[in-house]
């Protein structure tokens, strides 16, 4: 699976799985990136909120394998929403990374993380920093741009006041939480749909349903997540530091029934235990139908 790919609608080639960097501490990036690297994956997820751009950085550079082999994401922050400062921010990254020209950059979510829960979707904003990723995309810094945490509302903005669609959507997507209003949408209009927290962030290891399917499919919790992510031509981010881990997540080469696909699409939604207050995990448990 790790070998196969996706392609964003500029005829860029993506690898269908992703390895994310996501509460990786910038002092063990490079080991988690390398590791992840020998044992296959092509595809790395970081962002400026992670701060660990300089880890992931060194990690590419010291991979052992030619860089054109390796598909590496960053994230404009949530908070930026100029074009001044979203420019600034692009140079920053590709500063921090250390590496010619990045893979894609994707703004990380409409709203900043403080206004996460609010009403405002800070359209002209969004417009202003996507003009700064239209440039440097243009420029050929990036080879793709996107988005994350987009609803449509907020993809319409872009798609009817900016000259380049965003190809790729990054949005919370798991069994028990599978958003399919944006999901088809996005799909529909070209984006490849990227799964972040593809197993409910660990919540999910502790579901007896869950269990239960993994046990008849004779596959672990996360291979059946991933694997019902991919069936959904998703793209899944998982994110481990265990080798062993990693490589029993990229072992997914079995088909789930379309019946049982049917019923994890709607097992009831997560809590999501002692990170319930990180934003995009508080607007799912406070509104279950997003």
């Keep these: ?54 880890g992931v950085g ?20 949530a908070e930026i929403k100029d074009y001044d400062g979203a420019r600034a921010a692009i140079n920053e990254s590709l500063r921090k990374l250390d590496i010619d020209y990045l893979d894609m950059m994707i703004i990380h979510s409409p709203k900043p993380w ?21 440039e440097a995309y243009r420029a050929g810094k990036l080879r793709a741009i996107g988005v994350s945490n987009f609803e449509i509302v907020d993809l319409e903005n872009l ?3 900016t000259e380049i669609k965003p190809m790729v959507n990054q949005i919370l997507a798991h069994i028990g939480h599978t958003p399919i209003d944006v999901i088809d949408f996005s799909q529909k209009n070209g984006l490849i749909v990227e799964a972040y927290s593809p197993i409910a962030h660990g919540e999910m290891l502790h579901n007896e349903v869950i269990a239960a399917m993994a ?14 992510c991919l069936q959904l031509n998703l793209l899944p981010l998982a994110k481990t530091e265990n080798p062993a881990h990693m490589k029993n997540n990229a072992d997914v080469d079995f088909v789930i029934s379309a019946e049982d696909m049917e019923a994890l699409a709607h097992l009831a939604h997560f809590d999501y235990g002692n990170d319930r207050e990180i934003p995009v995990y508080r607007k799912v448990s406070e509104d279950p139908k997003k």
């Design 1 to 54: 699976m790790l070998n196969e790919t996706y392609t964003l609608m500029n005829g860029v080639k993506i690898p269908k799985i992703g390895f994310g960097t996501w509460m990786i501490d910038n002092d063990r990036a490079a080991e988690a990136v390398r590791t992840a690297v020998k044992i296959g994956y092509r595809h790395i997820d970081t962002a400026e909120a992670y701060e660990n751009e300089e």
């Design 58 to 77: 060194e990690g590419v550079r010291t991979a052992g394998v030619d860089r054109k082999e390796l598909f590496v994401t960053t994230k404009l922050a």
């Design 114 to 134: 403080a206004e996460f829960q609010g009403d405002e979707h800070f359209f002209e904003g969004n417009i202003a920093a996507w003009r700064a990723l239209e």
């Design 159 to 161: 798609f009817k006041h």
């Design 215 to 228: 046990q008849k499919y004779k596959v672990s919790i996360p291979q059946l997540a991933i694997r019902y």
